[in-house]
């Protein structure tokens, strides 16, 4: 892919109006790879007279086509929304979009819409293979190779022959997680290591819900999990709600779930923050943040890592994929608040957040996934009146559920509003958080670009008028 300096492309809206969008790249260590159309970007603030900034960050999808095509269709979707509407522009209103690109692996979860991957062992050159096929595969091979730079050279033919496996048994799959596990086991945000055995027992855990094997009929009992209250992967074939082999390449996938959460977390605090603290120095428009699954994770570091010059004006977070405990204020057991509950005092608008029944990822998967103990609340560097929604458990993601452990007169949750009814819920200065049930127009966890999603981001341009 060539090298774009400056906006990417105009998107026409209405009236005519030209947004210019600029595309802003970070590599998996969160630095910055497009440095001259940040440039061009800072110079077009301080002489573009903008009034509004859109920054915008993608979930779980390392693919640009993809990246791009979101972003795209929100963008229209916001402009068709006013359209239909019929809303007058602003006076003055001279908005410019910038999106985030992170390389965040498109491997892995049927729910990202990405190729279903088949459970066997072909190889991307085998015979009979279609085109499709052919892509599947080099998707594995690049997720295989990433877990295998980080193993040491004595295990790599341990790791080879059981990836290479059509299935392994619960013994096999234990090892595979362990040898998995141990490319996650540094938490370089807390100083310490996440216990091999503990992450090892979520792999599999999760790998078996994936496979379609409930692990029983409380999503929070660790033992039908397939995870004793010790933290160690049970023996019997029943630690896999039943299941005698374990698919390694599902194993491989809720791996990923944490290298590419972590890598996330990581993006947003080193590159992000300083493109956010640029951008917030050079401009004195309106920053509003929008993001979607891990997309949410990069934007809230970036918005809580180190000081920023500003203020952020307001956050929409679509489904996003990280603790229900993100913006407590304390977390039982760890006794700190939620890794980003400061967040909500550099974001003057109350954030708004959407949750949805349907995400099958977030409400089935997530708490299975995610277990280390860094991850409870997001601690790495992560208008009917709705009755609350009780977590699946401690690890529930906030796009499941809804954030969890707000103080008092601090948090409302009401339904995702129809385009054209206003959210009065903004004008409130005590809330510091709209929790938006979504279900009835949410109906899968990329399903995030509706016009409902859309004039919520217009209802918050509207308050910052």
């Known amino acids: 892919m060539s090298a774009v300096i400056g906006p990417i492309e105009e998107i026409v809206g209405q009236d005519g109006l030209k947004i210019p969008w600029y595309m802003i790249r970070f590599d998996k260590r969160g630095r910055l790879k497009s440095p001259q159309t940040l440039n061009h970007l800072v110079e077009a603030l301080e002489l573009g007279d903008f009034t509004h900034v859109f920054l915008v960050c993608h979930g779980w999808n390392n693919n640009w086509q993809h990246a791009y095509d979101r972003y795209r269709g929100f963008a229209k979707k916001f402009i068709e929304v006013r359209a239909t509407l019929d809303i007058a522009l602003p006076a003055n209103y001279k908005p410019v979009l910038v999106g985030v690109f992170w390389p965040s692996i498109s491997l ?234 400061a967040a909500l005092k550099r974001i003057i608008q109350p954030v708004m957040t959407t949750f949805s029944k349907n995400d099958f990822a977030l409400t089935k998967i997530f708490h299975l996934a995610v277990r280390r103990k860094s991850d409870l609340g997001e601690i790495k560097i992560a208008a009917t009146e709705v009755p609350p929604v009780k977590a699946p458990s401690k690890y529930a993601a906030l796009g499941g559920s809804g954030p969890h452990g707000m103080a008092d007169g601090e948090q409302v949750n009401t339904f995702l509003h129809d385009s054209g009814e206003q959210y009065k819920e903004l004008e409130n200065e005590s809330l510091q958080c709209i929790a938006l049930e979504s279900s009835a127009m949410i109906g899968g966890h990329g399903d995030v670009i509706q016009a409902e999603t859309a004039w919520a981001l217009h209802e918050q341009v509207r308050l910052s008028l």
Request: with cysteine; proline share 3%.
């Open 108 to 341: 892995v979860l049927p729910w990202e819409k990405g190729p279903v991957i088949a459970g066997n062992s072909a190889s991307v050159d085998g015979p009979g293979l279609s085109a499709e096929d052919r892509a599947i595969e080099g998707e594995v091979d690049s997720a295989i190779d990433m877990f295998a730079e980080d193993l040491a050279e004595d295990r790599l033919d341990e790791y080879y022959q059981l990836m290479n496996s059509s299935s392994l048994t619960l013994k096999q799959a234990g090892e595979m997680a362990e040898l998995l596990a141990s490319s996650l086991g540094d938490d370089d945000e807390i100083g310490t290591s996440a216990d091999a055995k503990d992450l090892a027992a979520a792999l599999i855990a999760s790998a078996a819900q994936l496979q379609g094997n409930s692990p029983g009929s409380s999503a929070d009992d660790e033992e039908n999990a397939g995870i004793s209250s010790a933290g160690v992967v049970a023996s019997s074939p029943q630690a896999a709600g039943g299941l005698a082999a374990i698919d390694p390449r599902n194993l491989i996938r809720m791996a990923t779930v944490w290298k590419m959460k972590d890598r996330a977390g990581k993006v947003g605090a080193t590159g992000v923050h300083d493109m956010l603290n640029t951008i917030l120095k050079n401009s004195k428009a309106s920053i509003h943040v929008l993001g979607h699954s891990y997309g949410c994770k990069v934007l809230l570091s970036a918005i809580t890592q180190g000081d920023l010059s500003g203020k952020i004006t307001s956050a929409l977070l679509l489904q996003p994929a990280l603790s229900h405990l993100a913006f407590a204020v304390n977390i039982s057991g760890v006794d700190r608040p939620g890794g980003y509950r």
